[in-house]
């Protein structure tokens, strides 16, 4: 087939029929075409204005857990040690050890996800090119919007720079099936699924579901084009056989010991809540019938109203193939995360489920601004601006600011309930949450470390030669983190905490804040 004839199938059955003067999206009384021309720098400059001021909000909360952990990957003596001993792969966190050679400002080291996460808006307000420039400002203004993302973009973890690199991915496979010659495309696309590789295992699941899909569009062209788009996923594909099965040594997760809960009908509706935003609606819902009693159910049922009518003119078309081809590869990427979980271990989690959003919403904004009928475009664009403003109520009013486990408060409320000849005994990890803004409490704190997988009877013989050697008036000051107990682990612990009373200390509860407890033994 001539490279015409490839762009011609790309043109019907990803982008939609392709375009002549007698094609919707070409038409001067589509929305696209009715813009005025100012508007065609001015409405993605708003987009990208609002996506950077919301993700600068309360950009110097605490660090949490997770974040904890890419400062230690970052920090380690031994990054290379660091980085084989961990489940992902090593690119951001040497990124982050470089920022932090300039910086020790943990909101200023988050500039980096938030100009990744605004990136990736800029990526999808200009996807579609100038003919189906509103197509994009749909995807770019839902993604600028949707709470999950928003929420990468103001952390020191690598989503936000995967979201990125996932963009960019789907961005050159678009112009590469358009034209199957351009090596530009064919680079772009190896690369930066390259860097994504470097990133996070999870690329995996994306990497086969854009090749399947990329590679089905242009089944009709001749097989030497084709196997050169083929050779485009090869490089990532070795970089995620290399990282899993040869560099990182964490990545088969013990299941007794895997904090996610398995995969059931609840928490898939849990999941797809977090990720659709539909959590932030039914917060609005909430606060509104606290205002007005019976509110609640009319801000829901305008909302899923808004969203059916949203969906319906997106998939609801003949002239939708383009848009069909995205939600196919949004739904194969879930599902694939699904079955891995079902099949090995479970990882279903709205982080982990969120890149399938990035071609469910570039579907949705095409569908769209694609639909032949004026007045249902109109509608259905204004209810998808509704659906997006609704979802940022709940950050903008400040609830979305406060960290999961606030590891600043947790370093305070430490600091001012031990004393200097006290021992600190820190369960299971619970030091990862000092380190970033208590690092020097190994200086002033004598310190004991407890794993809970440890033979128990080693550990409580460590606590009597602690107790034995404590200096008059000091005491013993725990802070351990429930919600990752097991039953054995709490068995564990529990073991521990009778132990201590046992020896003639007197419990007392200190301070207790998100799933952290700080608890006192003191007395003879």
């Known amino acids: 087939m001539s490279g015409k004839g490839g762009r011609r199938d790309w043109a019907e059955s990803v982008v939609g029929s392709p375009i002549t003067i007698s094609d919707p999206i070409a038409r001067p009384s589509t929305l696209a075409g009715s813009a005025s021309r100012w508007l065609r720098w001015e409405v993605p400059a708003a987009i990208l204005a609002f996506a950077t001021a919301v993700r600068l909000l309360g950009l110097d909360k605490s660090l949490w857990l997770d974040e904890a952990s890419s400062y230690l990957q970052a920090t380690a003596p031994d990054f290379v040690a660091a980085a084989r001993a961990y489940d992902h792969p090593p690119l951001y966190y040497a990124l982050l050890r470089t920022g932090l050679h300039a910086t020790r400002s943990f909101p ?235 099949a090995v271990v479970p990882i279903v989690w709205p982080r982990i489920m969120l890149p399938g959003m990035l071609p469910f919403m570039l579907g949705l904004g095409l569908g769209v601004a694609t639909n032949p009928r004026a007045r249902q475009r109109a509608a259905a664009g204004a209810a998808a601006v509704l659906l997006a403003m609704t979802m940022m109520v709940p950050w903008v009013s400040g609830l979305a600011w406060e960290p999961l486990e606030p590891l600043r408060a947790v370093s305070d409320a430490l600091r001012r309930n031990s004393k200097p000849a006290d021992l600190l005994v820190l369960i299971d990890g619970a030091d990862w949450a000092l380190e970033p803004y208590w690092p020097e409490y190994k200086e002033r704190r004598r310190v004991l470390k407890v794993g809970l997988a440890e033979p128990v009877e080693q550990t409580l013989a460590a606590l009597r030669a602690a107790r034995a050697r404590r200096p008059p008036g000091s005491a013993f000051v725990l802070l351990y983190r429930s919600d990752l107990f097991s039953e054995p682990r709490q068995d564990v612990l529990d073991e521990i905490m009778s132990s201590i009373s046992s020896g003639g200390m007197p419990v007392e509860k200190r301070w207790e804040k998100s799933a952290y407890h700080i608890v006192r033994f003191h007395g003879p």
């Open 108 to 342: 200023i080291l988050r500039l980096f996800s938030v100009g990744c996460g605004v990136g990736a808006v800029a990526v999808f307000c200009f996807f579609f090119g100038a003919r189906q420039r509103v197509a994009g400002w749909y995807a770019g203004l839902l993604l600028a919007a949707s709470p999950a993302f928003v929420l990468n973009s103001q952390e020191l973890r690598q989503y936000a720079l995967l979201s990125l690199e996932f963009a960019l991915a789907l961005w050159f496979a678009w112009r590469l099936v358009q034209d199957s010659r351009s090596t530009r495309a064919l680079i772009g696309l190896a690369s930066v699924l390259a860097l994504a590789a470097c990133t996070h295992l999870v690329t995996s699941f994306f990497v086969a579901a854009l090749g399947c899909v990329t590679l089905w569009q242009q089944r009709r062209e001749p097989l030497d084009r084709l196997g050169r788009v083929a050779l485009c996923f090869v490089p990532a594909a070795l970089l995620l056989w290399f990282f899993k099965s040869r560099f990182l040594t964490q990545t088969v997760m013990d299941p007794a010991l895997w904090w996610m809960p398995p995969v059931d009908a609840e928490l898939l509706r849990y999941v797809f809540n977090e990720i659709t935003g539909w959590t932030s609606i039914m917060w609005v819902a909430d606060a509104s019938d606290g205002l007005l009693p019976g509110m609640a159910t009319g801000v829901l049922a305008v909302s899923t109203l808004a969203a059916a009518l949203v969906v319906w003119t997106a998939w609801g078309h003949r002239s939708a193939s383009s848009a069909h081809a995205l939600l196919a590869m949004a739904l194969l990427y879930c599902g694939l995360v699904i079955t891995y979980a079902l």
